[in-house]
């Protein structure tokens, strides 16, 4: 089977750092995609990860390992703009999304 | 600008009729992709299609059906065999067939289906 697992809900303080889990049991694996969205919107790209390690764009980080089917996105300086959905997904001939998680940012 | 376009926005459907959803892009890509979002939840995979005139089954495909006449075009039918279609329907699209690529999917901005 597969399976795409991430936490369904969290909480951050503007300014704060927060990092989003991602754990994916699939069928193949050529990459994984960070998307975000906001309510009644379609997803937009964050990232794509093919290889090992850490990806670094402005605020937004995502990481890999393979061997752990495990990644994260990690957010820096957190804006209120930044509360949304964010949604783990992986390819292997199609791109399957996890269920997403849904940030939430205090003032 | 190329893009993907999904019509209209916002559709109510009464019990027992079947309703299209239009999904049409200039991006040349050979790909496309039906996915349903309900609330709180993830994308769900309907139907694909890598090439004109071939598609698959996702995830969920009971009670919808899809075409593909022309490379542009991927309209979505929900019939009436659709038990709950209340839902959120994304339409996608890539460049390659069976890798999306460095940028992943181009979504369309959607079609809110609501039955009524």
């Known amino acids: 089977g597969q399976n795409i697992d991430q936490p369904t809900e969290m909480t951050a303080t503007e300014g704060a750092i927060v990092q989003i889990n991602c754990t994916y049991q699939?069928?193949?694996?050529?990459?994984l995609f960070w998307y975000q969205q906001h309510a009644g919107e379609a997803p937009t790209f964050l990232s794509y990860?093919?290889?090992?390690g850490l990806e670094e764009k402005g605020r937004f980080s995502s990481f890999l390992s393979r061997s752990k089917g495990y990644s994260y996105l990690l957010l820096k300086e957190l804006q209120m703009k930044d509360s949304a959905s964010y949604l783990c997904?992986?390819?292997?001939?199609?791109?399957?999304f996890g269920k997403g998680t849904r940030l939430h940012i205090l003032p | 600008d190329g893009g993907i376009t999904q019509s209209p926005k916002y559709l109510f459907r009464k019990e027992g009729q079947n309703v299209t959803l239009s999904c049409e892009q200039n991006l040349n890509h050979d790909a496309m992709y039906w996915y349903r979002q309900d609330p709180g939840q993830g994308l769900r995979l309907i139907y694909y299609s890598q090439i004109v005139n071939d598609f698959q089954k996702g995830d969920i495909a009971e009670g919808y059906s899809v075409s593909r006449e022309k490379k542009e075009s991927f309209p979505l039918t929900v019939t009436s065999a659709q038990k709950n279609p209340t839902a959120f329907y994304l339409c996608?699209?890539?460049?390659?067939?069976?890798?999306?690529?460095?940028?992943?999917?181009?979504f369309g901005s959607g079609t809110r289906l609501t039955v009524v």
């Open positions: 996608a699209s890539s460049p390659l067939g069976t890798v999306a690529g460095v940028d992943g999917y181009t």
């Open positions: 997904a992986v390819e292997n001939d199609k791109i399957i």
């Open positions: 699939t069928s193949g694996f050529n990459g």
């Open positions: 990860n093919v290889l090992d």
